[in-house]
């Protein structure tokens, strides 16, 4: 028998594919329970609305994404030398925003926190990891007030990665982009 934990996992790992693949727009319980393997009847007792739904799939990408990038900043926190280490980490969060259906959910999750209030501090949550990343990064190679920098330079990163995902473009000219920037400033 499955234990309800590992039910709720799968039913929360399905949202997030169907996001991935179709928008919230997709996600409906016969659906979930398809894709889940699941029971319809199972859903509703898990999670009592749609909003309670979305809101446990953010908080569990949120919290697998949270994890990562805190293990990458631990990770740095000794230090980039240089600016090719730099180019490292950012070529690691790049590999780890590849573009699928499981990259693409989360978009869909954050517009959807600018439409609904009782997401947004899931979002918050997980930029934070996103900007303590930056800023150990950015602090390690030198960059004054990296605290105040790092959401400037997360936001750029997410809007090169949406554009790459929306047009289908390498990865690695989000690298080449921001190594050239990084060029420039540390002139």
């Given at each position: 028998?499955?234990?309800?934990?590992?039910t709720?996992?799968?039913?929360?790992?399905?949202?997030?594919?169907?996001?991935?693949?179709?928008g919230?727009?997709?996600?409906?319980?016969?659906?979930?329970?398809?894709?889940?393997?699941?029971?319809?009847?199972?859903?509703?007792?898990?999670?009592?609305?749609?909003?309670?739904?979305?809101r446990?799939?953010?908080?569990?990408?949120?919290?697998?994404?949270t994890?990562?990038?805190?293990?990458?900043?631990?990770?740095?926190q000794?230090?980039?030398?240089?600016?090719?280490?730099v180019v490292?980490?950012?070529?690691?969060v790049?590999?780890?925003?590849?573009?699928?259906?499981?990259?693409?959910?989360?978009?869909?999750?954050?517009?959807?926190?600018?439409?609904?209030?009782?997401?947004?501090?899931?979002?918050?949550?997980?930029?934070?990891?996103?900007?303590?990343?930056?800023?150990?990064?950015?602090?390690?190679?030198?960059?004054?007030?990296?605290?105040?920098?790092?959401g400037?330079?997360?936001?750029?990163?997410?809007?090169?990665?949406?554009?790459a995902?929306s047009?289908?473009?390498?990865?690695?000219?989000l690298?080449?982009?921001?190594?050239?920037?990084?060029?420039?400033?540390?002139?």
């Open positions: 028998m499955t234990k309800p934990v590992e709720r996992q799968r039913i929360v790992g399905a949202v997030l594919r169907i996001i991935g693949e179709d919230v727009a997709g996600v409906t319980n016969r659906r979930i329970a398809q894709e889940a393997g699941v029971s319809l009847g199972s859903i509703t007792y898990h999670f009592a609305t749609q909003q309670d739904l979305l446990e799939s953010m908080l569990h990408f949120v919290a697998d994404e994890r990562r990038f805190a293990e990458l900043a631990r990770q740095n000794a230090g980039c030398d240089d600016l090719e280490q490292e980490v950012v070529c690691q790049g590999r780890a925003t590849r573009a699928d259906a499981d990259r693409i959910a989360p978009y869909e999750l954050y517009l959807n926190a600018g439409r609904d209030p009782e997401l947004r501090a899931a979002a918050a949550e997980c930029f934070a990891a996103y900007d303590k990343l930056a800023s150990t990064v950015l602090a390690s190679i030198g960059v004054e007030d990296a605290d105040q920098v790092a400037a330079v997360v936001a750029m990163v997410m809007g090169l990665k949406l554009r995902l047009t289908g473009s390498d990865p690695e000219d690298v080449d982009g921001l190594m050239a920037i990084a060029k420039a400033l540390t002139r």
